[in-house]
């Protein structure tokens, strides 16, 4: 049996980096994946690479930030598929790096309508389904930077402490529909989102990318397999007592 057989997943933002793998994860371990992103192509190629191993899954165009397109499509993959049993809320954005008081107001609302409301949206949309299905498992990917400071990004250190406190309140208010909401904290990920960081930086990518391994006690950064594999756990039965949790990957980044 595998870990996930017959169970449902809905992947925000699995076009690339850790919403790919994770995909690709669930889909090998049985589950029957709703890929979804707003970058159509890629996404559409994630549900290939999944069709050729003999998986089952299907595209959606949904920008997180949008409520009439997460419902609209979150409607549509119930009937289509049956059901959701497993909501990852993957999709972010690391929005503008600068001090707080230099942040406009319209680029505090951008990180704030992807990162919390997305969240906040695709849970309010996937919990009548998961009802009706008895239970499920929602994912709510925060960071290490839901944790602890790191004297940048500021609305993305606001939006992930929130996506934090989120999960445990919904973890409290569902528990009794046997609806389990945990969070997960990577560390740096080397994905799209962190290349881009690195292709912005003056001292180039490759020092970029040693001053970050530095950064982690294990000695490098993750590779979006790592996390992938705690969604894979938190998603199947294995984690049946786990709800409200923390789970932190992160190569010892938050133990120093
Ligand atoms: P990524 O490589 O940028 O992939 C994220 C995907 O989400 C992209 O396809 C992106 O499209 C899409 N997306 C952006 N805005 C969206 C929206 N409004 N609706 C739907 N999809 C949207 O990011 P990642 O590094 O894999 O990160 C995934 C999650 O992990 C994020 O929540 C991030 O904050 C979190 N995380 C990442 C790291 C890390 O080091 N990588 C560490 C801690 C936490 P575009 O490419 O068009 O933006």
Known sequence: MKRVEGKVAVVTGGA????????????REGA??????????EGGEVVEEIRRSGGLAQYWHVDTSNEDEVRDAFSNIASEFG?????????????VNKPTHEVYEEEWDKVM????????????????????????????????????????????????????????????LYGKDNIRVNSIHPGFIWTPLVQELAKDSPDGVGAFRDQLDS??????VGEPEDIAFGVLYLASDESRFVTGSELVIDGGYTAQ
């Open 16 to 27: 690339l980096g850790i919403g790919r793998a994770a995909c690709l994860l669930l889909a």
């Open 32 to 41: 029957r994946v709703a890929v979804t992103d707003i970058i159509d192509k």
């Open 83 to 95: 059901s959701i049993d497993i909501l990852v809320n993957n999709a972010g954005i690391a929005g």
């Open 113 to 172: 309508g992807v990162n919390v409301k997305g969240v906040f949206f695709c849970t309010k949309h996937a919990i009548p389904c998961m009802k009706k299905a008895g239970g499920g498992s929602i994912i709510n990917m925060s960071s290490i930077y839901g944790i602890i400071g790191a004297a940048d990004l500021p609305p993305y250190h606001a939006s992930k402490g929130a996506v934090r406190l989120m999960t445990k309140n919904d973890a409290l």
């Open 215 to 220: 950064l982690h006690p294990i000695g490098h």
